[in-house]
Nanobody, 125 residues
Framework: VQLQASGGGLVQAGGSLRLSCAAS????????MAWYRQAPGKERELVAR???????NHADSVKGRFTISRDNAKNTVYLQMNSLKPEDTAVYYC????????????????????WGQGTLVTVSS
């Protein structure tokens, strides 16, 4: 199973970016999807999570600025990031939990987690 993240880049403080993460077409179903980030020298941290029912939670550090959403039909998750700060600079990773997907031979396979490759967000002051 593959998750393809995109949308990162360089932006000035106060600007906005929208990240997208699309799951491969082999996916049958996904429970929660989430965004994590990892800044240089720091541990990976949860930014926001959304269930397949639309329930969301956001880290305190991004509440009111970031919004997670998803398109269940496309198995795609988004992260709208507004009022960006230099401390938001990090590699952002998308994550999917409890994934059911078709293997290369068409057989259904369950995976506890799947991760995207990461997309770099740099916020300049």
């Amino acid at each position: 199973v593959q998750l393809q993240a995109s949308g990162g880049g360089l932006v000035q403080a106060g600007g906005s970016l929208r990240l997208s993460c699309a799951a491969s077409r082999s996916i049958i179903s996904v429970d929660s999807m989430a965004w994590y980030r990892q800044a240089p020298g720091k541990e990976r941290e949860l930014v926001a999570r959304i269930t397949n029912g639309g329930y969301t939670n956001h880290a305190d550090s991004v509440k009111g600025r970031f919004t997670i959403s998803r398109d269940n039909a496309k198995n795609t998750v988004y992260l709208q990031m507004n009022s960006l700060k230099p401390e938001d600079t990090a590699v952002y990773y998308c994550n999917a939990e409890n994934v059911l997907y078709h293997n290369y031979d068409g057989a259904p396979v369950a995976a506890r987690y799947a991760w995207g490759q990461g997309t770099l967000v740099t916020v300049s002051s």
